[in-house]
Nanobody
């Protein structure tokens, strides 16, 4: 089973940028896709972005389109989430997860990394 670990979170002011990483270990990441989700205090976890591992096709939540960019390095077994023009409402714990096949649910969740955006 793959293990996923996120990093790159931190505290920034509104308008700033952060780059999150999600490193896969335990086996070569060859799943259908890697996804990013976030959970703010008192709210349910929500979808942020996902990238198909082979083709690099991306999909984003409307709230982050044009600000966040999802990418991956297949050799490094790592996914990235570049977050620009951050807003206070982006404050949350960010998680990565794998989708084994096109019809699978997301699983193998990482422990998360905290992103805090101040106004």
């Amino acid at each position: 089973q793959v293990q996923l670990v996120e990093s790159g979170g931190g505290s920034v002011q509104a308008g700033g940028s952060l780059r999150l990483s999600c490193v896969a270990s335990g086996r070569t990441f060859s799943s259908y896709a890697m996804g990013w989700f976030r959970q703010a205090p008192g709210k349910e976890r929500e979808f942020v972005a996902r990238i198909t591992w082979r083709g690099g096709s991306t999909d984003y939540a409307d709230s982050v389109k044009g600000r966040f960019t999802n990418s991956r390095d297949r050799v490094a077994n790592t996914g990235y989430l570049q977050m620009n023009n951050l807003k206070p409402e982006d404050t949350a714990v960010y998680y990565c997860a794998e989708r084994l096949t096109r019809i699978s649910n997301f699983g193998s969740w990482g422990p998360g990394t905290q992103v805090t955006v101040s106004s």
